[in-house]
Every structure is written in structure tokens, then in C-alpha cells.
């Protein structure tokens, strides 16, 4: 979506037609879904956090800034949300429901393979859900929402250097989980 659509969109929010924020849901709700689906690691988690977000994007709207690029105002506006959320079950989930992990299988790729990159797939994410959260979250936002460091940057709240420190210290815990694991070998050359 265009910034220009988004902001006439918003104009029309906060004249009045509530309506127009639907529009905005169906543009960002796949984003927000990956963003709390990747730091829960639960999807009916994920799914009442996108809706708590929206809720709490459409009732602070009137403080977004003219001008301003929306996606990363309301990646932070989800963010906190997560971030709540998960100062109240503070516990992570040692074994995540990935049911509702979105999985990208080629179907000309063999079972074999489809099972492995699965099983890669769980890995990582078990992985990610044992980071701190201020780190998993500048990795989530980095590497799954492809984010810029300048935008990790603006919606977790750091500095650039510290939005880039982040990230290489989740790279690093995550390449010891995997040593550990045994795995390094054979992931690191790949």
C-alpha cells in the first residue's frame, strides 16, 4: 500500500468513517499475524494478539503523526501488545503450537526434503522462542518481516547500533544452541 493511500485512509478514520479502517486491517493483518505467530510461537496466541492490535492501533490513531510511515507505527503499536502479553504469561512455551506455522512447501520438492526443511523450520523457531524477547524481537523483525535495522530500529525503540547489536548477539546464542545441538556443522555451510 502506498504511503499516500494510507494516509488519506487514516484521514478518513478520524473523520469519522470507522470503515475505512478495514481496509488497513486487510493490508496488515497477514504482517502482524507473522510478527506474533513469531514470538509466541502459539497461532490462537497469535491470532488474539493481531486483534488486541488492531483494537489498540484504531483506538490510538489520532496520536499517529501526519507524514510518518504507518506500517512501523503499528509495528510498534503490536509489539507492545506482544510485549504485554508476554510479561503476563511470562513463561515461553516450551514445546510451540505450530499447527498454524505457515509452512511454504514446494510441491516438485521430494517428502524427504519437505520434512527436513520442516524440520529445520520447527528448529529455528524453537530456537527463537528460547532468546530474550527484546532480542528475538529484533530478529523476528529483521530476518521474517524483512525489515530495515533503521525500521527495527524505530519500532522496538533502540538506537541503529543497537536495533544491528541485537540481532548479532540473537545470531550468535542461536549458532551456540545449535553447537550444542550438534547441528552446526552441517547448517552453518549451508
Do not use: C
Not at 91 to 99: F, G, H, I, T
Amino acid at each position: 500500500m502506498k504511503q499516500i493511500d494510507e494516509g488519506e485512509i487514516i484521514d478518513r478514520v478520524l473523520g469519522g468513517d470507522r470503515g475505512a479502517f478495514a481496509v488497513l486491517v486487510d493490508a496488515y493483518k497477514g504482517p502482524v499475524f507473522s510478527l506474533a505467530l513469531r514470538m509466541t510461537g502459539s497461532a490462537q496466541d497469535a491470532d488474539d494478539l493481531t486483534q488486541e492490535s488492531f483494537l489498540r492501533a484504531f483506538q490510538s490513531l489520532g496520536r499517529f503523526r501526519a507524514g510518518e510511515r504507518f506500517f512501523p507505527w503499528l509495528y510498534t503499536v503490536s509489539l507492545n501488545v506482544i510485549r504485554n502479553h508476554l510479561r503476563k504469561v511470562k513463561a515461553l512455551p516450551e514445546d510451540a503450537d505450530r499447527k498454524g506455522m505457515p509452512e511454504a512447501m514446494d510441491p516438485r520438492e521430494d517428502p524427504a526434503g519437505q520434512t527436513a526443511a520442516r524440520e529445520r523450520r520447527d528448529r529455528l523457531q524453537r530456537y527463537l522462542l528460547r532468546l530474550p524477547p527484546p532480542v528475538r524481537e529484533a530478529m523476528v523483525l529483521r530476518f521474517y518481516e524483512g525489515l530495515s535495522f533503521e525500521d527495527v530500529a524505530a519500532v522496538t525503540g533502540d538506537t541503529i547500533g543497537s536495533a544491528k547489536m541485537k540481532v548479532y548477539r540473537g545470531l550468535e546464542r542461536i549458532r551456540a544452541m545449535m553447537e550444542a545441538d550438534g547441528f552446526v556443522d552441517d547448517e552453518a555451510r549451508r
